[in-house]
């Protein structure tokens, strides 16, 4: 499985754009990048999912350079609601190996 | 209503009880998984099952085991909970292969303390 390393924390100001990026060496072939986002005392929720280039949707965007190894989560305009903890998932959803969790980035916005 | 439904949502307990977390999912998913999370931490795969007949040990199977009753249904057991067992844990559930875009689906999560 392919290995994901995020910063611990990063702080912003509401209406700043934040990019959380991911390093994820050992990507595979089959791997997508997908991110979720933690409240506390919630269960995590679905982002976004990419497998190469630029994916945009309603709440983020996520940019993927050509050879993979790493990836960026960009949250435009931040809110303090968007203070959570971002987790990024590596893996290949056919095999169901895009189960495993790591530390996260914990963002905190300040007004 | 929830599409993800865990049961109880908080429970106290003592030391030695055995102890059964479920999980119900209105989703018409295939796949089901447990996952359990302490303060702090990111989340910890303990079982996961493909079907209703396929269940597999995660990272932290130790001192748990699952039941798949039906493909709604996945229980966490502990047959003999410890204080080391206090966590939240989250049921989750995704399509089968070939639906599977590696979403999770995640419950609202049942907060287990041990004394």
């Known amino acids: 499985l392919a290995k994901t390393t995020q910063p611990i924390s990063m702080d912003s100001y509401e209406g700043q754009e934040v990019n959380i990026t991911c390093s994820h060496n050992n990507i595979a072939t089959n791997d997508y990048i997908t991110w979720y986002q933690q409240f506390p005392s919630q269960g995590p929720r679905f982002i976004i999912q990419g497998y190469k280039t630029k994916v945009t949707n309603e709440v983020a965007s996520l940019f993927i350079p050509a050879d993979r190894k790493s990836s960026t989560l960009s949250l435009p305009r931040v809110s303090l609601s968007d203070t959570a903890v971002y987790y990024c998932?590596?893996?290949?959803?056919?095999?169901?190996?895009?189960?495993?969790f790591g530390g996260g980035t914990r963002l905190m916005v300040k007004p | 209503d929830a599409d993800v439904t865990q049961t109880p949502r908080n429970r106290i307990t003592k030391t030695g009880k055995r102890i059964m977390l479920e999980c119900s999912q209105t989703k018409g998913h295939d796949r089901m998984y447990w996952y359990r999370q302490d303060p702090g931490l990111g989340l910890r795969l303990i079982y996961y099952?493909?079907?209703?007949?396929?269940?597999n040990k995660g990272e932290i199977s130790d001192g748990y085991s699952v039941s798949r009753q039906a493909q709604a249904k996945f229980s966490l057991s502990l047959e003999s909970a410890i204080p080391n067992q206090t966590a939240l844990y989250f049921c989750?559930?995704?399509?089968?292969?070939?639906?599977?875009?590696?979403?999770?689906?995640f419950g609202e999560g049942s907060r287990l303390t041990v004394l």
């Open positions: 989750a559930t995704s399509p089968g292969r070939g639906l599977n875009t590696g979403e999770l689906f």
């Open positions: 998932l590596v893996g290949d959803p056919n095999a169901g190996n895009m189960l495993t």
């Open positions: 099952s493909f079907d209703v007949k396929d269940i």
